[in-house]
DNA sequence: GCCGTTTTCGGCCCGACTGTTTTCAGTCG
C-alpha cells in the first residue's frame, strides 16, 4: 500500500503537462489513422482538444491530480470523463492501456509520419495496411522502389513528391527562425506592394504574430483582380517550385528553403482575411464558433449574416462584430487573449521602437567586435538613451572575459566617454559576471558594487539536475549587487534545448529579491521564451529587453525581443529599459 | 470524446486546392 502510493507520488512529480499532452495527441492522431467510422474524427479532434489545453494549463495536471483528484481534472475544461480516466491511469501507472492497445494494433512511429506534409492520417493508414509502412525509412524505401504508386490514391508524381518531403523533413528545414527570414520576408512584402493594382499587402500567420520560428510565410495581397499578383507572385526569382496555384490562392517553395503562401481578395474582405490568414488556428476556430453563437458565419470573405456580409473591410470590424476588443496578433494563441476581448481588457502591450535602452550589449575588451564608444554612437543613432557594457568576466577565457581590476578600469573609461558624448547619452558601468558551478559568482562583490549595473548568467554546466541549475541560478539571484539574470534558460532556438531549470522557482525568488530577468533579443535566444516572460508577468517579476549586442547593427534584434515581450503580455511598466536611465537605476536600487 | 440560455442526443469551424474525383475525399491552414 505504501509502496503503491509512493509510486503514485512519484509519477505525480515526474509527469509534466508535455508528457500528457504527447498521450493525448498519440490518441487523437491513432483514432484518426485506425478508425473508420464517421465520429472518430470527433473523438481525435477532442484528445487533440485537450492535448492543446494540457499544455497551456498554467500548473501540472498531475499536481492538480494530487490535490483535487478527478474532480480537479474534471473543472478543466475539453476535458471529460474518459480523458480524466485516462490522465489518471497515466499518471499512477505512466501508461494509458487504450493507447497501448492502439500502438499494439498499428505499430507506427507517430513522431515521424505525424506532420509530414501531404501525408495525412488516411493516408498513412493505407500505406501500412498495404505496404506496412511503419516510419520514414519504410516510406522512402516503399517510395524509392515504386511501391508507393501501388496505393490507390498515389501516382508516380506523388511518389516524387513524398521523397521531396522526406528530404525537406530530415534537412529539419520545417522551421525557420524568424530572425533569421525576417528581411527576405519583409523584402517580398514591399516587392507585393509596388504590384499594379495592389491596395495591401502584408505577411500574416506566425510571422504577424511574431512566433520565435515559422513554419511558413503566408502573403496577403488586396487587389480587385487577382490576376497580375498571382502571375507576380509565381513567377518572382525567389521562388524554387510551384506547387499549387488556383484563381486566388498559391503554394510556393522559395529558393531558400521556405514555403510560401498567397491568398489575393478583395478590399471589402481584407479584415476578416488578416485575421484568418494570421490566425492562430485555434484563436480562429474559436472566433467561429463565437460567430456561430450570434447567429453569424465567419470566414476569409468577411463575418456573414445569412446571405449579408455585416463586416470584413477591417479587423477592428470583425473582432467588433463578434462583440470582442481588437487584439495585438502576438496574443492571438487562444490562451485566454478571446476572454479578455470580450470583457474589452486587453492589456497595452509593450511598443516596438519604445525601448529606451539596452542592458546587455558587449565591447571589443571581450568577445565585440567594436569599441565601446563606436558601441554607444551605434545605440544613439538606433534612437537609444543609454546602454550598459556587460563583457564577459574572467572565467569565461573563451570570450576573453574581464577579471575585477580590469572591470573597474573599464568603468573609469566610461564615465571619461561619458563626458565627452553628447546629447545626455549615456553608458552605464556593467558586466555579464559569469555564475560558477555552485552558484557564486567569479568577480568580487567589492567590484560589483561599483559598477551601474550588473547581470550574471550561467555559461557552463549545463547539464546539472535540475534541481542544482535551479539552486545554482537563484542563488546567484539573491546576491544584492546582481540586478539581472541574462537569458535566464540558456537555450538556442533549433540548437540546443537550454539547461534544466524550474523556472517557475525561480521566477519566484526573482520576484522576492526583486531580481529583474532579460528577454536576450538575439534571434536564436529568445530567452526568456513567451510562455515564461507571460509567468514572469504574471506574478509581477520585471523584465528587460536586451539586443546582447556585439556590434552595432545587433541592435535591430531588439525588436525580436520586444515581440516576445508582448507575446508575453507585457506591458511598458513590465519593461523595465522603456524607463530612462535615471529612473530605471533608481528602481535597480 | 465533449458539451448544452435551442439540446443529456446530436451536433462538433470553414473554405480552397488537388487529384483522375466526373461529385468527392483528403489535406491544409
Given at each position: 500500500m505504501l509502496r503503491s502510493r509512493l509510486a503514485g507520488l512519484y509519477y505525480c512529480l515526474t509527469k509534466k503537462n508535455s508528457d500528457v499532452a504527447k498521450v493525448m495527441r498519440d490518441l487523437g492522431f491513432l483514432t484518426e489513422v485506425g478508425e473508420d467510422d464517421p465520429n472518430a474524427q470527433f473523438r481525435a479532434r477532442a484528445y487533440y482538444r485537450a492535448a492543446d489545453t494540457i499544455a497551456s494549463l498554467p500548473e501540472d495536471v498531475a499536481v492538480m491530480y494530487s490535490r483535487n483528484g478527478i474532480k480537479g481534472l474534471l473543472e478543466?475544461?475539453?476535458?471529460?470523463k474518459a480523458i480524466a480516466a485516462k490522465i489518471e491511469e497515466y499518471i499512477k501507472t505512466g501508461k494509458v492501456h487504450t493507447l497501448e492497445k492502439m500502438k499494439a494494433e498499428i505499430p507506427i512511429n507517430i513522431d515521424e509520419l505525424?506532420?509530414?506534409?501531404?501525408?495525412g492520417p488516411k493516408t498513412i493508414r493505407a500505406l501500412y495496411d498495404?505496404?506496412?509502412?511503419?516510419?520514414l525509412a519504410d516510406l522512402e524505401k516503399a517510395a524509392r522502389e515504386g511501391r508507393?504508386?501501388?496505393?490507390?490514391?498515389?501516382t508516380e508524381r506523388k511518389e516524387q513528391d513524398v521523397l521531396k518531403k522526406i528530404e525537406f523533413f530530415r534537412t529539419g528545414r520545417?522551421?525557420?527562425?524568424i530572425g533569421e527570414v525576417y528581411p527576405l520576408i519583409k523584402q517580398i512584402e514591399k516587392s507585393l506592394l509596388q504590384v499594379?493594382?495592389?491596395k495591401n499587402a502584408v505577411a500574416a500567420g506566425s510571422v504577424r504574430r511574431m512566433k520565435?520560428?515559422?513554419g511558413d510565410i503566408d502573403y496577403l495581397v488586396a487587389a480587385s483582380d487577382p490576376e497580375p499578383v498571382m502571375d507576380f507572385f509565381t513567377k518572382m526569382?525567389?521562388?524554387?517550385?510551384?506547387?499549387g496555384r488556383g484563381p486566388a490562392k498559391a503554394f510556393v517553395r522559395l529558393t531558400s528553403g521556405i514555403d510560401a503562401d498567397l491568398l489575393v481578395v478583395p478590399e471589402e474582405s481584407w479584415g476578416s482575411a488578416l485575421q484568418y490568414f494570421t490566425g492562430s488556428k485555434e484563436h480562429s476556430v474559436e472566433l467561429r464558433k463565437i460567430a456561430l453563437s450570434k447567429g453569424l458565419r465567419l470566414n476569409e470573405w468577411g463575418v456573414f449574416k445569412g446571405e449579408k456580409?455585416?463586416?470584413?473591410?477591417a479587423e477592428e470590424e470583425v473582432y467588433q462584430a463578434l462583440g470582442l476588443q481588437w487584439m495585438p496578433p502576438?496574443?492571438?494563441?487562444?490562451?485566454?487573449e478571446i476572454e479578455l476581448a470580450r470583457q474589452n481588457r486587453i492589456p497595452k502591450l509593450v511598443e516596438?521602437?519604445?525601448?529606451?535602452?539596452?542592458l546587455q550589449v558587449h565591447s571589443e575588451?571581450?568577445?565585440?567586435?567594436?569599441t565601446i564608444e563606436e558601441m554607444a554612437r551605434g545605440a544613439k543613432a538606433f534612437g537609444l538613451d543609454y546602454i550598459a557594457i556587460t563583457d564577459h568576466t574572467k572565467s569565461l577565457a573563451l570570450a576573453g572575459g574581464l577579471d575585477g581590476q580590469e572591470l573597474l578600469e573599464q568603468a573609469q573609461k566610461i564615465a571619461e566617454l561619458n563626458d565627452r558624448l553628447e546629447g545626455g547619452f549615456r553608458v552605464l558601468a556593467s558586466a555579464e559576471v559569469n555564475i560558477m558551478k555552485?552558484?557564486?559568482?567569479?568577480?568580487?562583490d567589492n567590484v560589483l558594487d561599483k559598477l551601474d549595473i550588473v547581470g550574471a548568467a550561467i555559461h557552463s554546466h549545463?547539464?546539472?539536475?535540475v534541481e542544482a541549475q535551479t539552486e545554482r541560478l537563484t542563488r546567484a539571484a539573491k546576491n544584492?549587487?546582481?540586478d539581472i539574470l541574462f537569458h535566464p534558460t540558456g537555450r538556442l532556438i533549433n540548437k540546443r534545448l537550454g539547461y534544466p531549470v524550474d523556472i517557475e522557482q525561480v521566477i519566484e525568488v526573482a520576484k522576492d529579491t526583486g531580481t529583474v530577468l532579460e528577454i536576450d533579443a538575439h534571434y536564436d535566444r529568445l530567452d526568456l521564451k513567451d510562455e515564461y516572460a507571460r509567468m514572469a508577468v504574471k506574478k509581477g517579476v520585471k523584465l528587460v529587453v536586451d539586443?546582447?549586442?556585439?556590434?552595432?547593427?545587433?541592435?535591430?534584434?531588439l525588436m525580436f525581443g520586444v515581440a516576445q515581450a508582448r507575446r508575453g503580455w507585457a506591458t511598458p511598466a513590465d519593461?523595465?529599459?522603456?524607463?530612462p536611465a535615471d529612473r530605471l537605476l533608481k528602481v535597480l536600487k
Open positions: 478543466i475544461p475539453s476535458i471529460g505525424y506532420g509530414l506534409e501531404g501525408v498495404k505496404l506496412q509502412v511503419k516510419n508507393l504508386r501501388t496505393v490507390p490514391g498515389f520545417g522551421r525557420h527562425i499594379a493594382g495592389v520565435e520560428t515559422i526569382p525567389e521562388v524554387q517550385e510551384v506547387f456580409r455585416v463586416a470584413g473591410a502576438e496574443m492571438r494563441e487562444n490562451a485566454g516596438y521602437g519604445s525601448l529606451k535602452g539596452d575588451n571581450s568577445d565585440g567586435t567594436a555552485d552558484g557564486s559568482l567569479d568577480i568580487a549545463f547539464n546539472l539536475p544584492p549587487n546582481v539586443s546582447d549586442a556585439h556590434h552595432p547593427i545587433h541592435y535591430a534584434f519593461v523595465l529599459n522603456t524607463l
